[in-house]
Structure formats: structure tokens, C-alpha cells
């Protein structure tokens, strides 16, 4: 069966320093992987999406980064966090076909003080 | 500009009332998810419609995507406190899976 796993859960850190968060997706190969960043209230909000190794698409301006070292690992970086990065970053993938589902990871509350 | 919009942005009910949310795209839609949420956690995945007219139920949750494929709606019958949550639905714009969501409807069933 196809699982998303993706840490830490919880994470707090101080403005200016990294962030690494990490998602890898198990039972399925070259999945579509997405990161979404979610504000309290609010919506999801697509950071970036990959369709395969090394391939990486940005849908907004900031302050982050995301690679694809590996078929189904998924990473999302920064090099100096920000306050407004503050928020629940979720990791997801869809399985292609006719009826394409999104499947979601459990998330990382990330707390930027 | 927010590519789905979704109303009502929070909703109250008693408990054993019907309510509806729905969601508009100004997009027509290759097809249209419906999730459930409590923040800070993950989303638990209810429905999927890719057909125009389309209806699908799970328990006593039933979801319609218009005939364009513009519009949908998320109907709970006789709602319980177990319904609460934070219900979200994704756009999805081709079979790839790239998806835009709204920003939810946070819905309280009180007992």
C-alpha cells in the first residue's frame, strides 16, 4: 500500500536560522509531489510541486526552496527562516491515472520566533 | 486573485440539522476534491467528482459538481458533533494533480 511520511511533526525555530523539512512517499514510484503551506484559517496554499527527479516548480515568490534528491523523497529548505514562514506545511502526492488522488502526509507545524 | 472560493467561511449548526458549503472555481475544473480537517493536522480525503452532474455520498455526506464542472456543493444530513471540522475542497486542474484550494469552511456542530 502507498504511504506518505513525513517529519517532524512539530518543529519551533528562531528567525535566521535553516529549515529542512523532508517527505518521502513509499509503494509507488515517480509520483507527483507537492508542498502546501496552510495559515491557521485559512486554506492550503501550493509552494511547489515536482514530476520527477531534480524537477522543480515554484508557484509563489519566498523565502524557501524545494529539491527532489530521490524518486519519492520530497524536501522543502530555507537558509534564513522568516516570522511569516511561521505555519503547517503538508506534503502530498497524486497517483496519476483516470481518477487522480491526492494523498496528503500528516504535516509539520512549523513556529518561527 | 483566489482561483476557488468557498462559502460560507464558518458555519454554526445545531446538532440534527442539514447544512451545505459550497465551492466555486472561476475555472472550469478537470475534477474537484472534498476534504476534512481539524488544523494542524491532515486532511482526510472524502470525495473526488470529475463529472459534470456528478453526485457522490459517503454516509450522510453528499457532494454535486455542477455540469460545467464550476461549481460544487458538500450537503451533511442530520449533522453531529462529529462532523466538525474544517472542510476544504481542491481544484484540480488536469489528470496531473496540480491543485488549488479554497480556504476552507470551519464548521462547529453544536450538541
Known amino acids: 500500500s502507498q504511504t506518505i511520511h513525513q517529519w517532524p511533526a512539530t518543529l519551533v525555530q528562531p528567525v535566521g536560522s535553516p529549515l529542512s523539512l523532508e517527505c518521502t512517499v513509499e509503494?509507488?514510484?515517480?509520483?507527483?509531489l507537492y508542498w502546501y503551506r496552510q495559515a491557521a484559517g485559512r486554506g492550503l496554499q501550493l509552494l511547489f510541486y515536482s514530476v520527477g527527479i531534480g524537477q522543480i516548480s515554484s508557484e509563489v515568490p519566498q523565502n524557501l526552496s524545494a529539491s527532489r534528491p530521490q524518486d519519492r523523497q520530497f524536501i522543502l529548505s530555507s537558509k534564513k527562516l522568516l516570522l511569516s514562514d511561521s505555519g503547517f506545511y503538508l506534503c502530498a502526492w497524486v497517483r496519476r491515472g483516470d481518477h487522480p488522488e491526492l494523498f496528503f502526509g500528516s504535516g509539520t507545524q512549523l513556529s518561527v520566533l | 486573485s483566489q482561483e476557488l472560493e468557498q462559502s460560507p467561511q464558518s458555519l454554526i449548526v445545531q446538532e440534527g440539522k442539514n447544512l451545505t458549503i459550497n465551492c466555486t472555481s472561476s475555472?472550469?475544473?478537470?475534477?474537484l476534491y472534498w476534504y476534512k480537517q481539524k488544523y494542524g493536522e491532515g486532511l482526510i480525503f472524502l470525495m473526488m467528482?470529475?463529472?459534470?452532474?456528478e453526485e457522490k455520498s459517503h454516509e450522510k455526506i453528499t457532494a454535486k459538481l455542477d455540469e460545467k464542472k464550476q461549481q460544487s456543493s458538500l450537503h451533511i444530513t442530520a449533522s453531529q458533533p462529529s462532523h466538525a471540522g474544517i472542510y476544504l475542497c481542491?481544484?484540480?486542474?488536469?489528470?496531473?494533480?496540480?491543485?488549488?484550494f479554497g480556504d476552507g469552511t470551519t464548521l462547529t456542530v453544536k450538541p
Open positions: 467528482l470529475q463529472k459534470g452532474g
Open positions: 481542491g481544484g484540480l486542474k488536469t489528470n496531473a494533480g496540480k491543485s488549488t
Open positions: 509503494g509507488t514510484s515517480n509520483p507527483n
Open positions: 475555472k472550469t475544473l478537470y475534477g
